[in-house]
Every structure is written in structure tokens, then in C-alpha cells.
């Protein structure tokens, strides 16, 4: 593999070796077009979207529950 690294170096040109090992992201990416209509937001659908803003209000409300707690604002 590496046999002769040294003259495949010197024969390529930065140019190609750019060209060549340029990301498919980068190479396929459509500038011109607009944001897609999907109803996706970081590649969630809406329902995990939900689950997931709701999964976040109970985890605030338990720990915000808990802090009260320890501090002795809330008592059983």
C-alpha cells in the first residue's frame, strides 16, 4: 500500500488530491434550494419532538420538586 507513497506524492497535484477526496456532502450539496417541507427539526418527526419537550417538562418539575424540597420550601 504505502510502496511508493512518495512518488504518487510527488505526481498528483494539490488540486486533484482536493478534488478527489472532497466529502459526498460537499460534493452533491444543492446550494440553490430552500429548506424542505417535511415538518422534520433535526430529523425528528413531530411526535418525538412532543415526547421529547415532554420528557424535558418532567424532568424540570422533579428536580425543581427536589430542590424545593431539600432547601425545606415544600414539605410533605
Request: with cysteine; glycine share 8%; hydrophobic share 45%.
Amino acid at each position: 500500500m504505502f510502496d511508493d507513497l512518495r512518488n504518487d506524492a510527488a505526481s498528483k497535484s494539490f488540486g486533484e488530491e482536493e478534488a478527489e477526496y472532497k466529502p459526498a456532502a460537499v460534493r452533491d450539496y444543492d446550494y440553490g434550494r430552500t429548506t424542505s417541507s417535511s415538518g422534520r427539526f433535526l430529523g425528528m418527526t413531530s411526535m418525538q419532538r412532543f415526547v421529547l419537550a415532554f420528557m424535558l417538562l418532567l424532568t424540570v418539575c422533579v428536580l425543581g420538586s427536589l430542590v424545593l424540597f431539600v432547601m425545606g420550601k415544600f414539605v410533605l
